[in-house]
């Protein structure tokens, strides 16, 4: 039985390895069609390495599994072999090939696509995942924004059946090929990615109506600009061609979709403010002064000038004239006054106010009259 490798066995590492004649006979054919040194992905047992190694050109080998390192350098000893992770070594050959991991052909391709050194890749990937990187019944996001700078093609169908140990779903092999004259400039990579994101996440029924709502431009300008590029109002996003999306992008620009899709903060309250409307609710902090019935007009209230660039508070005078009145039944030229009850009631204005004379107390504590 053989050694595990310290990354884990034969799930964890993906190695369902090729083993139909015909599928080797095929990856053989298309690398020979290609030219310049040749990078393989994961060559486990060395069954595509094998036909690699006649084609005579240099040859580098990237393997995980530390335990197939030693084979791999004793059976092909003028390649070059690497024990280094495909997601972190570097890809620097023309012509890559390889059998990916089905659960790690995402991530590989992206790394992969992101790469700029190489030319052709052949790859044998999930059947799914092929049929999709083709456009075969629709192209993903991902294909679109790259379809630009590479050519997608499914080359044919591998079973199951063809792979030790068997897994649960067919394969199929895929080529890519960099494109000599790419549909969209470099520079615009990043901004034309971004506007088939927005597309492709949109709201909307079909191309018109989620293009409507991203607002790059008025409605006569839009229609045009897809009549040219011969785009129909249904069209799906999955069903543009890489020639259509680039006609798009190229007439309506990115500018405005990183706006529409990261709007700023101002933007943002500006649309809740135009959204709710000018009511009492939303107003708090913006009071009009009141307008007089029937007049239509809106008072101007005459202010002090203010020297200290203080800002006045209307009626304040008035405010201070209430304070300074001068309290009934208070002597103003009085410095000082008792606080007997007399007193006090005199300046809480009781005794003055109702004109009510003072009455002698009766004397209540005094003993009856005796007979």
């Known amino acids: 039985m053989r050694p595990h490798s310290s990354f884990g066995g034969r799930h964890e590492l993906g190695q369902n390895f090729l083993h139909s004649p015909s599928a080797l006979t095929t990856i053989a054919n298309l690398t020979r069609a290609t030219t310049g040194s040749i990078l393989e992905i994961g060559p486990g047992t060395g069954a595509v ?20 390192i030693s084979h791999l350098e004793h059976s092909f000893p003028r390649a070059q072999v690497r024990h280094a992770d495909v997601l972190r070594s570097r890809l620097d050959q023309p012509v890559i090939v390889g059998s990916l991991p089905f659960h790690l052909t995402t991530p590989i391709l992206r790394r992969l696509l992101h790469a700029g050194r190489w030319q052709n890749a052949i790859l044998l990937t999930q059947w799914e995942v092929a049929r999709k990187r083709a456009g075969v019944g629709g192209s993903t996001m991902m294909t679109a924004q790259w379809a630009p700078w590479f050519d997608f093609r499914l080359i044919e169908r591998v079973p199951a059946h063809a792979f030790t140990p068997k897994p649960s779903v067919d394969g199929g092999i895929l080529t890519i090929d960099r494109l000599a004259n ?13 506007f088939v994101r927005t597309a492709f996440t949109g709201r909307g029924r079909g191309m018109k109506g989620i293009l409507t709502t991203m607002n790059l431009t008025d409605r006569t300008t839009l229609q045009s600009t897809m009549d040219r590029n011969d785009v ?25 979709t990183s706006t529409t899709e990261n709007p700023s903060a101002a933007q943002k309250q500006s649309r809740r403010s135009q959204k709710k409307g000018n009511t009492m609710r939303n107003n708090k902090g913006h009071k009009s002064p009141s307008v007089g019935a029937g007049t239509g007009e809106i008072p101007v209230i005459a202010e002090k000038p203010v020297i200290t660039g203080e800002i006045p508070i209307v009626g304040a005078d008035q405010a201070a004239k209430k304070l300074e009145a001068q309290i009934p039944g208070v002597d103003p030229e009085a410095k000082t006054k008792s606080h007997d009850k007399g007193h006090l009631q005199a300046e809480r204005g009781f005794m003055p106010q109702h004109g009510k004379p003072s009455q002698p107390q009766p004397r209540w504590n005094l003993p009856r009259r005796q007979g």
């Open 182 to 194: 790419s549909l969209v400039p470099d520079r615009h990579r990043s901004d034309y990615q971004q």
């Open 232 to 256: 129909r109002g249904d069209t799906l996003p999955r069903d543009l061609k890489p020639e259509q999306w680039a006609g798009l992008y190229s007439a309506l620009g990115t500018t405005e």
């Open 49 to 68: 390495t094998a036909q690699l190694y006649t084609l005579g050109r240099p040859l580098t080998l990237v393997e995980l599994d530390e335990t197939r």
